[in-house]
């Protein structure tokens, strides 16, 4: 498709465990940016990508969160020893370049229920 | 630092009414607007944008937005709610200031009765 695709739509797992969030950002977007939704809540920011630079990663909540972009394109948000506050959609969505007057593209989200 | 403001968390209409949802932002310029609505399940979707120009602007699904530089506000309007646009909806504000980062409104949840 030619859109955002995150995978898996729903992840439920045990607290304590770990989880692999995949994001496939539109191809030729450079910039690519990780958000949390919690029940009834905004967006907050996790982290951005952009080309090859350093991430942005001042939204990141604790240590146990980490991102990766590999080639530029696909990206993975790691979530370690997860407890059940962590339980959140989470959002994926990319733009060309990251420049201000671009809007975002957003995949469906996944879903991540901690029990 | 900027801030984006939605004062209603949640808005009741009836179909065929008219909808209003405020926005308002904090920034020393004008800044990049846009509005974005999200369906559940879904990701957020772009509803319209504003950079410049004509202070009224549309968008999809029969929305538009006015923006107003002396009350710094981006409010989103249609003149009649159909059933599917129960939502709910984003205001945001381009990055600005050096960041990469947009800054997004809390949401506001659109509830249409029959």
């Known amino acids: 498709g030619a859109g955002v695709s995150q995978s898996p739509s729903n992840k439920v797992t045990e607290k304590g465990k770990d989880v692999e969030l995949r994001c496939d950002p539109i191809?030729?977007?450079?910039?690519l940016y990780w958000y949390r939704q919690s029940l009834g809540q905004g967006l907050e920011f996790l982290i951005y990508?952009?080309?090859?630079?350093?991430?942005?990663k001042s939204g990141l909540p604790s240590d146990r969160f980490s991102a990766e972009r590999t080639g530029g394109s696909v990206s993975t948000l790691t979530i370690q020893r997860t407890q059940q506050e962590d339980s959140a959609v989470y959002l994926c969505?990319?733009?060309?370049?990251?420049?201000?007057?671009?809007?975002?593209?957003f995949g469906d989200g996944t879903r991540l229920s901690i029990l | 630092a900027q801030s984006v403001t939605q004062p209603d968390i949640h808005i009741t209409v009836s179909e065929g009414a008219s909808l209003e949802l405020r926005c308002n932002y904090s920034?020393?310029?004008?800044?990049?607007l846009f509005w974005y609505v999200q369906s559940p399940g879904q990701g957020l979707q772009l509803l319209l944008k504003?950079?410049?120009?004509?202070?009224l602007v549309q968008g999809i699904k029969g929305f538009e937005a006015e923006f107003k530089r002396s009350q710094s506000s981006f409010n989103l309007r249609k003149p009649s709610v159909h059933w599917s646009d129960a939502a709910e909806y984003f205001c945001?504000?381009?990055?600005?200031?050096?960041?990469?980062?947009?800054?997004f409104g809390r949401g506001t949840s659109l509830i249409v009765h029959p």
């Open positions: 920034y020393g310029a004008t800044p990049y």
């Open positions: 945001a504000v381009g990055a600005t200031g050096g960041s990469y980062i947009p800054t």
């Open positions: 191809s030729g977007h450079t910039a």
């Open positions: 990508f952009q080309g090859n630079s350093a991430p942005d």
């Open positions: 504003y950079f410049s120009g004509d202070t």
């Open positions: 969505a990319s733009s060309p370049d990251g420049a201000s007057n671009q809007p975002q593209h």
